[in-house]
């Protein structure tokens, strides 16, 4: 990952379009790529080179990635020519298979209907009890075991990880096999051979507990799409198969990083740590949406294809030509936040784009909320002496995958 690469800019024949992904400043690692501000400031729409050589537009202004997110004439569809691949085995797995997360309407909205109303915000907060049970239990385990521990690990990860195994009616004993081969899935270094093949074991395995929610439904997701979906004939086996494989992957990947990410942040900014382990209810509300603003974890942009031109801050986009918008330089977009570089848990920024903007922003961003609201101020108020166990400069920075993150957060108390 690299913001060296140069090639000719075929828009004006002249040299010099940086490559993407960019490479961010090891100094600073919860900062985007610098060059995001340059580029926001002299070119906010500008030509990138991906990794096959494709060379779509970056948009780095807060105002023009809602305005491509709100617009239909910008296509999520993954299998339209010209969409931004984010690497080898993203683009491999789609030849297999689509998301309906990566189609347009009316297919996106129709399967996301079928989801929707499991992941609204009056059902995430009832589940609060039981986000809180599992977070203190995990933090009993914590403080009986041996110090350092890995935090992420320990965590940051089994949090999500037990929620979304509830709601599916997944067996928490089998975290391991799925953890692992989502980590292949979502990495940018895994050839699409391997990508394949870690999907393939995903979806064999979520297929045998489709079948077997289908003889004996119960009360999770799983058995309601069933009864209510394959069975009517809304959706075949393939597709219940592959909307269950994106709710377990996304379910828990993404809140993981986001809770180990926004621990070691506030580690680095005591202040800031301080106000969110004595914030009340609505505060903590508020810090979640600073932490979502300052860290955003999807790193990789989101991508779209125009599907007709269409001008975007004074740039003329033809049809067929991809768009990546990074939601870190969206969100660091000082017209929209001011000191945008700097943490500050009482801004008020809940309309950041960490979770995208119009039909298509997550889905599940009210179960990551409440997760989220609930493990940062238990944390740290029962381990007030939390700390790191090991310099900064030692954490190991998931820059290869599609969530941003640490792989593993030594800390002691």
Request: glycine fraction near 8%; charge should be negative; aromatic fraction near 6%.
């Amino acid at each position: 990952m690299t913001d060296t690469t140069t090639v000719t800019d075929t828009t004006s024949g002249k040299p010099g379009i940086p490559g993407f992904p960019m490479a961010r400043d090891a100094r600073c690692p919860f900062d985007p790529p610098k060059e995001y501000e340059r580029l926001r400031s002299e070119r906010p729409v500008a030509r990138v080179a991906l990794w096959d050589g494709t060379h779509p537009w970056l948009i780095t202004r807060y105002a023009d990635q809602r305005a491509i997110l709100g617009d239909p004439r910008f296509s999520a569809d993954a299998r339209n020519p010209g969409y931004p691949a984010q690497s080898p085995s993203t683009k491999a797995n789609r030849k297999v298979s689509v998301s309906f997360i990566a189609t347009d309407d009316p297919e996106h909205s129709r399967y996301r209907q079928m989801l929707t109303k499991h992941f609204t915000f009056r059902r995430t907060q009832a589940m609060r009890p039981r986000i809180q049970r599992i977070v203190d239990g995990l933090i009993d385990d914590l403080v009986a075991g041996p110090r350092p521990v890995d935090l992420f690990t320990e965590f940051a990860l089994p949090i999500p990880s037990t929620v979304i195994c509830d709601l599916l009616g997944v067996p928490y004993a089998d975290h391991t096999f799925f953890q692992e081969h989502t980590s292949v899935a979502v990495s940018f270094d895994a050839s699409a051979e391997q990508s394949l093949a870690s999907r393939a074991e995903l979806g064999a395995y979520m297929g045998e507990l489709l079948d077997a929610k289908n003889r004996t439904p119960g009360d999770d997701i799983t058995s309601t799409l069933v009864v209510e979906q394959l069975r009517t004939g809304a959706v075949d086996r393939q597709q219940a198969v592959g909307m269950l494989l994106l709710l377990l992957a996304a379910g828990h990947e993404t809140t993981a990083n986001q809770i180990a990410l926004g621990v070691l942040a506030l580690l680095q900014h005591p202040d800031q740590l301080a106000k969110v382990r004595d914030a009340d209810g609505p505060g903590i509300v508020t810090a979640v949406e600073e932490l979502l603003r300052y860290l955003t974890i999807a790193h990789s942009g989101r991508r779209r294809v125009a599907t007709e031109d269409v001008e975007i801050g004074g740039q003329l986009i033809r049809a067929g030509e991809g768009v990546v918008l990074p939601g870190d330089a969206g969100n660091r977009d000082g017209a929209v936040f001011e000191n945008p570089d700097r943490l500050d848990v009482t801004r008020q920024a809940r309309h950041h784009v960490a979770f995208g903007y119009g039909v298509h922003q997550c889905l599940g961003q009210p179960l990551a909320r409440a997760e989220l609201q609930v493990a940062y101020p238990t944390l740290l108020r029962r381990l007030p002496e939390l700390r790191l166990a090991v310099p900064l400069a030692e954490i190991p920075f998931r820059h290869d995958k599609l969530a941003y993150g640490v792989y593993e957060l030594p800390v002691t108390w």
